[in-house]
């Protein structure tokens, strides 16, 4: 950590539990990425719910809405959660939630693969830029260049 720091070198971990989570995903056919992409959907309309009901109490008809999209988030991790054949997750996974190894993984690594042969897709020049990705949740992030609005 403190030659990165100090030289600015990156960081790379050879994990070879990467190769059973993509075959995991592709095997099931794009059923994990659907559910994954529907799971992300729903927390993302949850959390527009919540900011847009503010700071005010909320009713019986809030509540129930609320209720019934959590209860229908939880349905489809579960179903995901299957999908990995694992009832304790994965080494990246402890159900849906990042396990500390991924934590560490992402923390103190700028990119990783299953094998050293994966870098023969990138030329010997390639450069590297990973995201940021040790940004707190205040911080403003600026992963999506494309939705950014620059007047010059």
């Not at 939880?74 to 994965?90: D, I, K, T, V, Y």
């Not at 402890?94 to 500390?100: D, E, G, I, M």
């Amino acid at each position: 950590v403190d030659a990165k720091r100090e030289f600015n070198w990156m960081t790379a971990c050879i994990t070879p539990e990467v190769s059973s989570e993509s075959a995991v995903q592709d095997k099931t056919s794009g059923a994990y990425r659907t559910l994954q992409h529907k799971n992300d959907l729903l927390l993302y309309t949850l959390r527009r719910i919540q900011q847009e009901l503010g700071p005010n109490l909320r009713t019986e008809e809030d509540a129930y809405i609320l209720n019934k999209l959590e209860k229908q988030l939880s349905l489809w991790r579960e179903e995901q959660s299957n999908l990995m054949g694992n009832p304790f997750g994965s080494v990246f996974r402890a159900k849906f939630q990042p396990s500390l190894f991924a934590h560490s993984l992402r923390r103190y690594c700028d990119l990783y693969m299953e094998s050293l042969s994966c870098l023969r897709h990138y030329s010997p020049q390639h450069r590297f830029y990973p995201d940021d990705s040790r940004l707190l949740g205040h911080e403003l992030r600026t992963s999506k260049p494309e939705s950014l609005n620059f007047d010059f």
